[in-house]
């Protein structure tokens, strides 16, 4: 077996032309896909309910997030390789019966393990479908339509977690919060139904004939380190914390070992030898890129919203989604006229609207008026889905299909892994950010400032003429300063974030250098682009 990157196998019939019911498939795992990446972001709105419901505190009821989460990152590399072991279309619809039914198991769920127990078998579920889906998309387009293939498919991994905080509110405030495990059960028994009947197994699968057990420790466990890394390294205070040192010792041996292990064994659990395409290479290291400035926004947005601007769970829902109106409507028109133009300017001009947005998000703050959020989040949107349709298609157009599972295993890992990255350093920024500016703020307006000793006073003398006593006024007035300060930090810190992040994708621009086979071509592209 030929284990090298770009060793091609045979055409068969249909590589040109594609698989005549494509069209229909690629809607089909859509749809499984939009159910793996709603209930990403669906959770968080309910859970202050949940935790009334089981009797739990916050730092509790993050298990459930957690469990999810860990168990997804390490399914994803897994699925090239065991959907070789069972089979694909055996594999994929396994997987989305296991994602339906624990959905079911979460949401009649009657304490807090049994929860976190089916959230964690709803992440094996769930992973399989991002990846699994990705692989199906381009083994049954054509290359040629491999743009348009992805912005069919995008729509439902962008598009399901921007839709989720809505959603999430609406079925947590009208019904309950079990609800938002239950909504996925007829959309999981029609997506079963669609598999079954309309996905093909792949004719380049590769059969497992051993399996690759060091292999699968390893990764389960320095994937599982590095997440637990990210998701409690704020919390638990970085540096200061030996549970750090110790999850960072088991992130980067295991994975470390796992390297060396999988470029020398037969049977690898995860093909590493993909990396050798520099093209894809690139494409992976600018997709790790965009999901963390990505997630990096999608977090700190919510907070901004709630926290500085008074926003419940359900409005801020509502004021995201423009993002997802933008991502939805630029991804069809990308994908639809993907062919006539060049994927490498696509990229450019996306980053450029990215970079711009994040420029209008800089201005807003405590006082900002609702409806001048419409356009920023929907530039985010726009220029985010002028950036993904294109890379997808380019990550894969100079690989054979036989080694596209791996691939997708792959890249959609370090997407999981830059979201969580993204999500771990904005947390980090923002809090020493808002510190170091509340600090700051205190210190130059102390009460040597006339300005502040006289807005203290007025402050004081309003009170008091509402029948307020010297001493309830006086420590009113001091706390109102106080918030202030802290509101005005806030600010200051989410504009060094949206700065920072959009910065970062200008950073990796240069990685196009190495995308020189298009999708709809054979031949390196011109060298310039």
Known sequence: MDSSPSAPLPKTPDDDQGHPLRYWIALTVTLASLLEGLDTSVVNVSLPQMMSALGVSLDQITGITTGYIVATVITIPLTGWLAALFGRKKYFAGSLLLFTFSSFMCGVSVDLTEMVIWRIVQGIGGGALIATSQAIIYEVFPKREHSKAMAIWGMGIMVGPAIGPPLGGYLTDS??????????????????????????????????????????????????????????????????????????AMTFGCLGVLIWWELFTKEPVVDLRVLANAQFTACA???????????AIVFVTPLMLMDLMGYSAMQTGFIMLPVALGTGIIMFVVGRFASRFNPYAIILIGVGIFLFAMFRYSYFTATT???????????????????????????????PKNKIPAATGLLNLLRWVGSSVGIAISATILGKIEEKFTFLLQASNSEENPIVRWTFREVVRVLKSDGLTHHHSTNYALDLLNNQYIDYAKT??????????????????????????????????????
């Open 175 to 248: 019904l309950s919060w079990r609800w938002i495990f239950f909504i996925n059960i007829p959309v999981g028994i029609v997506a079963l139904l669609a598999v079954w009947a309309l996905v093909p197994n792949s004719p380049y699968r590769e059969k497992v004939k051993k399996i690759d057990v060091p292999g699968l420790t390893l990764l389960a466990i320095g994937i599982g380190s590095l997440q637990m890394l990210l998701n409690q390294g704020q919390s638990l205070g970085w540096y200061s914390s030996s549970t750090v040192w110790i999850y960072t």
């Open 492 to 529: 200051l810190a989410f504009e060094r974030i949206f700065a920072i992040f959009g910065i970062a994708l200008i950073l990796v621009v240069p990685l196009m250098l190495f995308m020189r086979v298009r999708p709809d071509q054979s031949s390196p592209a011109p060298s310039g682009h």
């Open 369 to 399: 008026p609702r409806e001048d959020f419409f356009m920023p989040l929907l530039l985010r949107g726009i220029g985010l889905g002028m950036i993904f349709v294109p890379l997808n298609a380019l990550a894969v157009a100079d690989l």
């Open 285 to 295: 290291l600018f997709t790790f890129v965009q999901a963390m400035c990505t997630l």
